[in-house]
């Protein structure tokens, strides 16, 4: 523990002295504490995105029979059962329009919906709705909201910026979960690459580490999480190498643009956009707009749109401009802090305390990230050796 933190010291002290930096190339910058420049300016997720997108974007013919591929597998394995994937849907654009193909291509889909507690009313009738239209049958997860609400303010007074990993967290658990229970061996999700290919670790870190939601909790929480959705590094082996069940982000298969993808949504499922990426949950909303641009400079947009550069979709000045944008509207931000505020029994004082906490790390708590770097190894040898899909 004395180590990590020394590091973490060291890697604060260091970034005190680092002058701010923003990439010649996307938009991202020194907000990312482990970015990385070259000679000419460009950072390193640049570098990344480029050398996975030769992965992604695969020419259209190939990209076609991989996806008939998977659908043949994803069938075949699912014979006989009521359903052949679990789907996981959120209510944003990616898990919806992901649904709508998933029925285009003759799936038999179990859609699954974590409740947390922060679903915006638009968000619950627009799911509700287009499974509808869909006939698709949805099963609705509702998290124990004591428990929770105490795990994320936990979080909060953890002062780390990875304060969203409990709801993402619950979710893989609860997809995990259900696919076991029926028996189902896919998990398709709304992941992409085509709008998440840029993500820094130094942003949000963990959503896999139970051990460090429960370091956190422990340190910051009350009681026991009894009845969180979670799974531990021993658990995700048992459902990967026993059970066999594999996660799919089946949307890097299809071509994908999201402007066009609001618009068939619109016109098919009559669903309605909420304005912002995952602004469907009022939480995250103020977590991504607020408090995370406020406490720790990051503003998530950054990302987002530095993958748009990269895809082609957006020149960097359209991004720049965007971005100099406050992330959404100043009076929307007041009356979201007012309702998480009240939500979680939170005073102004408290908030406010929260928000000078000196900043920590994921480094600051105990966490699986060593074991997961040595599990790594592991997997691709037992993936090489076909131990594991
Ligand atoms: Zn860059």
Redesign the pocket.
């Known amino acids: 523990m004395k180590s990590r933190s020394d590091a973490f010291n060291k890697s604060k002290k260091a970034d005190s002295f680092r002058q701010y930096q923003l990439?010649q190339?996307?938009i991202?910058d020194t907000s990312d504490r482990e970015i990385e420049f070259d000679e000419k300016g460009?950072?390193n997720?640049?570098r990344t995105y480029e050398k996975l997108a030769q992965q992604y974007f695969l020419p259209g013919v190939e990209r076609q029979a991989a996806l008939n591929r998977l659908v043949e597998e994803i069938r075949t394995r699912g014979k006989g059962r009521k359903y052949d994937c679990v789907l996981g849907v959120s209510g944003g654009v990616d898990s919806t329009f992901l649904a709508y193909e998933v029925m285009k291509l003759g799936l038999r889909p179990l859609a699954v919906h974590m409740d947390n507690g922060w679903d915006s009313e638009l968000a619950v009738s627009n799911i509700e709705k287009f499974l509808k239209k869909l006939d698709v049958d949805l099963y609705t997860y509702v998290l124990n909201w004591e428990e929770f609400k105490d795990l994320q303010i936990a979080f909060l007074r953890a002062s780390v910026s990875d304060a969203e990993i409990p709801t993402d967290h619950a979710i893989q658990g609860v997809l995990y979960k259900i696919a076991v229970q029926e028996g189902i061996s896919y998990i398709l999700t709304g992941g992409n690459f085509v709008t998440e290919g840029i993500l820094p670790q130094s942003w949000t870190y963990g959503v896999w580490d139970w051990k460090y939601i429960r370091s956190v909790h422990q340190a910051f929480g009350k009681g026991e999480l009894k009845d969180y959705p979670h799974y531990s590094l021993l658990n995700w082996v048992y459902y990967n190498m026993v059970k066999k069940i594999k996660i799919v982000h089946l949307l890097d298969y299809i071509p994908y643009e999201k402007k066009e993808a609001i618009q068939t949504l619109g016109k098919e499922l009559a669903w309605k956009y909420y304005g912002g990426k995952h602004y469907e949950s009022i939480y995250t909303r103020f977590f991504q707009g607020y408090f995370l641009p406020r406490k720790f400079s990051i503003d998530k947009r950054r990302a987002h749109l530095?993958t748009l550069i990269m895809s082609g979709r957006m020149t960097r000045e359209e991004a720049l401009e965007e971005i100099s944008e406050p992330p959404y509207s100043q009076s929307i931000q007041e009356e979201d802090k007012k309702y998480v505020l009240k939500k979680f029994g939170l005073t102004d004082e408290d908030f406010g305390k929260i928000m000078l906490l000196p900043i920590k790390t994921h480094l600051d708590y105990p966490g699986s990230e060593s074991l997961v770097k040595q599990l790594k190894i592991f997997v691709k040898l037992a993936r090489k050796v076909g131990l594991m899909v």
């Open positions: 990439c190339r996307c991202m460009i950072c997720h640049c530095s």
